[in-house]
Nanobody, 124 residues
Framework: QVRLVESGGGLVQAGGSLRLSCAAS????????MGWFRQAPGKEREFVAA????????NYATSVKGRFTISRDNAQNTIYLQMNTLKPEDTASYYC?????????????????WGQGTQVTVSS
């Protein structure tokens, strides 16, 4: 079992930045590829970014590529999502997830464990 707890969400103006964190506990953190997803009101949850267990390789949704950066610190059992040049359409609840079987997955079904989410609101 892996427990994931997100933090760092909040209200920011368009063009601003936020850094989300996701702290993991339970099984060996470095055994898992990790991902970030988001869900806006009335919309389906969508893939944002993923990172391999070592942190060597990343994958991004087209909508955030060049603005968001995913990273991890295995010594701290934490992953991060640095979000720059935020837009109102980035407003959503952001979830981190852990996958023990897929590399750089971009589908919800590829992840085994989920956090409870943190809200990001970008005002225009």
């Amino acid at each position: 079992q892996v427990r994931l707890v997100e933090s760092g969400g909040g209200l920011v103006q368009a063009g601003g930045s936020l850094r989300l964190s996701c702290a993991a506990s339970g099984r060996t953190f470095s055994d898992y590829d990790m991902g970030w997803f988001r869900q806006a009101p009335g919309k389906e949850r969508e893939f944002v970014a993923a990172i391999t267990w070592s942190g060597a390789t990343t994958n991004y949704a087209t909508s955030v590529k060049g603005r968001f950066t995913i990273s991890r610190d295995n010594a701290q059992n934490t992953i991060y999502l640095q979000m720059n040049t935020l837009k109102p359409e980035d407003t959503a609840s952001y979830y981190c997830a852990a996958s023990g079987h897929y590399h750089l997955g971009n589908r919800e079904s590829q992840y085994d464990y989920w956090g409870q989410g943190t809200q990001v609101t970008v005002s225009s």
